[in-house]
């Protein structure tokens, strides 16, 4: 796949505080040998969860001016964050469909030297994998098959909805990251509110409400039989990995769930080894599930 | 700007979009909305934003609190039978909230953020040390990004809204300390 339309996206909450997540994407690029471009320019999408929620239109022109910098160089954009992708396909999407609309931005745009033309395309990177990788080409390359492993998928609202602006999968009954896991050989459970929010969203108004919802989440996959949690979402990474202690401090069981990035779940199937990945980085262990898929590794657990 | 005309136009906006008559009040909202369930319905209530919009009641919406625990999952826009874009009237609303000055801070915080580094969460000495250590090319640095981000709150309302935002806060810390001296007199 010589010429690539692909620059990557990172957005801030990857590249600064979970690095680890980068680092298993660009594992699983170079596997694929799919070349990707880091170019200078970009700022915030703007977080769909802050900016949009005192000025949308100034949210709208942010994301835009990131549109214009990836189209100016000819290229699409590739982005491992839901709110990244919720805000710049969402923006993409609205400013297609309403000229009027993009006309307005293209004014505010234009203070700064830039415009959007409406030309290029916006994808998830979980999204690349199921519709440019493919589940075929995935299954075919497994090396060490994920069999005996049981997992929760959580997809997460920013890649999904609103549904008629991103068109990625069902909004209420997706089934790519499910898809996508048992293509490795895992299998998945399905527990009451998966489609629920992990609880991030409401964490400016309400810590501690989201921290019940992500307690409640946590417990329900538990319940269904899950030994780890499989997420695409950095937000949802944060609720579920870095603050799951407290999210399970007023719940009954109290076991800690291992969470995964669907990429390093991937890379580990695809035979990468675990030394190139940062599982030390990780606030739940997960030493547990790389025992049991990689006997030898002989991890501690406590 | 008057908050009624305000509310006036976001009630005319999503009349545009779908059939005032067409919200039938059958609570999807509120079953698909995950704070609403987690609060029993007491603390935040789409069903009820969207009946208060449409009779022009949500002005007593505005400075309630309430109107930020929305998660923005949109759960509720997709369950609508109707197709009443329930999230997008929820963002509205906040927006309005937000040019009288009523935001919470952390929203703010990280709003001002954006503005003053082009990012939410700027990137850090210590980041790049461990990016670094990964393999990762550091991150860089957007100067003309920075400004381009200040052209453009000054081009929108962005930046009169945070300025009446601190105001807001402000005044109410003025009248709270008035009240505090009050009572000790």
């Given amino acids: 796949m010589a010429d690539t339309p692909w620059a990557l996206y990172m957005g801030c909450v990857i590249p600064n505080r979970l690095p680890y997540m980068e680092v298993a994407m660009r594992e699983t690029l170079s596997y694929f040998e799919i070349s990707t471009q880091d170019i200078s320019g970009f700022t915030c999408c703007p977080n769909p969860l802050t900016l949009s929620h005192i000025d949308h239109e100034a949210a709208l022109a942010i994301s835009a001016r990131n549109l214009a910098i990836a189209e100016e160089k000819g290229l699409n954009i590739l982005t491992p964050c839901n709110g990244c992708f919720e805000a710049l396909k969402g923006t993409a999407a609205c400013l297609q469909e309403d000229a009027e609309l993009r006309a307005k931005v293209n004014t505010i745009l234009s203070k700064t030297g830039h415009e959007y033309k409406g030309t290029i395309q916006v994808k998830h990177f979980i999204q690349f994998l199921f519709e440019d990788i493919g589940l075929g080409t995935i299954a075919e390359s497994v090396a060490l098959p994920l069999n005996d492993l049981v997992v929760a998928t959580h997809i997460g609202c920013h890649i999904l909805r609103p549904s008629n602006l991103l068109n990625v999968d069902d909004a209420q009954r997706p089934t790519i990251l499910h898809q996508l896991v048992r293509a490795l050989g895992a299998k998945t459970v399905q527990y009451p509110d998966e489609m629920d929010c992990c609880g991030y969203g409401t964490r400016p108004a309400d810590k501690d409400m989201a921290l019940k919802m992500t307690g409640n989440k946590l417990e329900n996959m538990k319940f269904a039989g899950a030994e780890a949690l499989v997420v695409i979402c950095p937000a949802c990474t944060l609720q579920f990995d870095l603050m799951q202690r407290l999210a399970l401090r007023d719940t009954e069981d109290k076991t800690p769930l291992p969470v995964f990035y669907y990429p390093e779940l991937l890379n580990l199937a695809l035979g990468i080894s675990p030394d190139k990945m940062g599982f030390n980085l990780h606030r739940v262990k997960v030493n547990p599930v790389l025992n049991k898929l990689l006997p030898d590794l002989a991890l501690p657990t406590t | ?185």
């Fill in chain 2, 1 to 185: 700007m008057d908050v009624e005309e305000r509310l006036e136009e976001i009630a005319q906006k999503l009349a545009k979009r779908v059939d005032t008559k067409s919200c039938f009040q059958c609570g999807s909202c509120v079953s698909a909305c995950p704070v609403s369930r987690i609060t029993d319905g007491e603390l935040y209530h789409p069903r009820r934003i969207v009946r208060a919009t449409l009779e022009g009641e949500a002005s007593k919406l505005l400075e309630q609190p309430s109107l930020w625990l929305c998660t923005s999952c949109h759960a509720c826009l997709e369950h609508c039978p109707q197709k009443v874009p329930v999230s997008e009237l929820v963002q509205d609303l906040q927006n309005l909230a937000s040019e009288l000055g009523v935001t919470p801070d952390d929203i703010v915080s990280e709003v001002e953020n954006i503005i003053a580094t082009g990012w939410a969460l700027a990137p850090s000495e210590s980041a790049n040390k461990r990016r670094v250590e990964l393999g990762l090319p550091p991150i860089p640095l957007e100067e003309k990004g920075k400004k381009d981000l200040h052209t453009i709150a000054k081009a929108t309302e962005l930046l009169s809204r945070l300025k009446k935002i601190k105001e807001h806060k402000a005044a109410l810390k003025a009248a709270d300390e008035a009240i505090q001296e009050g009572g000790e007199a």
